[in-house]
């Protein structure tokens, strides 16, 4: 054998993103919560990754099905749980039926690419998640067409589909857009897909639980609770404080995906004690519909604050705020400032968002007190960059 590692490459490119402030790294949390630290980091929306019946249904079911499904859910991974948890949903969201993925990942990838098949077009916002993104590169990969229109703009969406020749088409977004937190026209382009004929896929992983009356997300929002020829893919890692993802829609379609979608027939089922905790968390969203208006209420009350503190902010649509930094450089510093401070925030550069446009990216949770936010609130704006961007139009922004 030669001596050439075909890897030295990789540590090239490792080094590459080092000079461009692209380092990435994990950082291990404590198991525990730090006396006076505050997390506006994580997607724990409603506070129920540690809530005592989440973790303890997570525990029962464990000691009764197992900790891991042990196969793929056509096989072995299949349990009474998985079904309570799938019915639960769908009669929480207002579909006609669900299926559980192991991720909102897989879900997504499943339900794209099992519906477009090699023969339909997909028309995207530009500003999808990763996971629908790369859904379509697998279905353009197998003969989809891909248009692509710019962000939130419905009648650019229109225009994509009517200017599209396949016979079966399908419309794909975000309801929540992850990194900003703004909320799409949903009722706007499920106008036009009727009108076209299209399917509406819509990635509702950021709006279960927090938007809609009681937290029953976009689609009841925006009064498109059960309506025809759209479907939906939600994640219970969020809201729901457990792991898992789900799509919702008609039964015809969940069947096709127990047939046909690849991430749902040859992978592993979700595990018993996520799906568990899941269906705990929904049990005590059901009980307490007034949490998601809560956790809207501090998100409002963190993006006002800031932006009166001359920050850059987002005007939230839901848990997510966002806060211009400027430079990638600035937004990792600004993000370590945060954390030595008690104050865990998430910091998004390039790639995941335009260049010139890294951020800060807060979280409300429905769970923080106002002491919380206040502390939360002087450690965002006592360590801000010098050159921080101040406070503009929204829109510029997003």
């Known amino acids: 054998m030669g001596e050439h590692d075909p890897f030295d490459r990789l540590g090239a490119a490792a080094a590459e993103r080092a000079a461009a402030g692209l380092t990435r790294r994990l950082r291990p949390r404590s198991p525990d919560t730090v006396p006076g630290a505050v997390d506006l980091a994580g997607n724990d929306y409603l506070g129920f990754a540690r809530h005592r019946a989440v973790t303890g249904a997570a525990a029962a079911a464990a000691r009764r099905w197992g900790a891991g499904a042990t196969g793929s859910r056509l096989v072995s991974g299949d349990t009474q749980l998985h079904r309570e948890l799938e019915e639960e949903l769908a009669e929480f969201y207002g579909a006609e039926a669900a299926l559980v993925f192991s991720s909102g990942y897989t879900a997504n990838l499943g339900l794209v690419t099992a519906v477009a098949g090699g023969s339909a077009a997909l028309v995207c916002d530009r500003g999808n998640h990763a996971s629908l993104i790369d859904a379509a590169r697998l279905a353009k990969a197998a003969g989809a067409q891909i248009l692509l229109f710019d962000h939130g703009d419905t009648g650019a969406a229109r225009a994509a589909l009517a200017g599209c020749a396949r016979e079966h088409r399908a419309l794909l977004s975000d309801t929540v857009f992850s990194v900003d937190g703004d909320l799409t026209d949903v009722a706007g382009l499920a106008r036009a897909c ?29 009064g498109l609770r059960g309506a025809p020829g759209v479907a939906a893919a939600v994640t219970l890692s969020k809201a729901l404080g457990a792991q898992g993802g789900a799509v919702l829609g008609p039964r015809t379609l969940v069947r096709h995906l127990v047939e046909t979608a690849r991430t749902f027939v040859f992978d592993t089922g979700l595990a018993p004690p996520a799906a568990g905790a899941a269906l705990a968390a929904l049990r005590l969203l059901r009980a307490d519909p007034a949490r998601p208006r809560r956790l809207r209420g501090t998100a409002r009350r963190l993006s006002a604050e800031l932006r009166a503190a001359g920050l850059a902010a987002t005007v939230p649509d839901a848990a ?22 008690g104050v865990a925030v998430g910091c998004f550069r390039p790639p995941s968002v335009p260049d010139g446009r890294a951020r800060l990216r807060l979280t409300a949770r429905a769970d923080l007190t106002g002491a919380q936010v206040d502390r939360a609130l002087e450690a965002v704006v006592a360590s801000r960059p010098r050159g921080a961007p101040s406070t503009g139009p929204v829109a510029d922004f997003r």
């Not at 509406?200 to 279960?208: P, Q």
């Not at 997510?320 to 401070?341: D, F, K, N, Q």
């Open 320 to 341: 997510v705020v966002s806060v211009l930094a400027g430079s990638r450089e600035e937004a990792v510093a600004w993000a370590e400032r945060c954390r030595a401070a």
């Open 194 to 222: 009727a009108a076209d004929g299209a399917a509406l896929l819509l990635d509702d992983a950021h709006g279960l639980g927090v938007v809609g009356e009681g937290g029953t997300g976009a689609l009841s929002a925006a």
